[in-house]
């Protein structure tokens, strides 16, 4: 089966600080929509795509009232 993101390629590349500016000024170009959707697939890859819920051990607090 193949995923969604399979399909992108990775880029590396390497910049000067004078260069950075371009970056900025091509992510203000995008839409919000589009942003906040690249930053969603972001957190999938780094978080997982379990809407941020993991299973582990649950945890229990007790308040005992002494008389």
Request: charged share 25%.
């Amino acid at each position: 089966m193949r995923s969604a993101n399979s399909s992108m390629q990775r880029v590396v590349s390497k910049s000067t600080v004078q260069t950075q500016s371009d970056d900025l000024d091509y992510w203000r170009t995008i839409p919000i929509a589009q942003r906040v959707a690249v930053v969603e697939v972001l957190r999938q890859r780094m978080f997982g795509e379990n809407n941020g819920t993991r299973q582990g051990l649950q945890r229990v607090c007790r308040i005992i009232h002494r008389a």
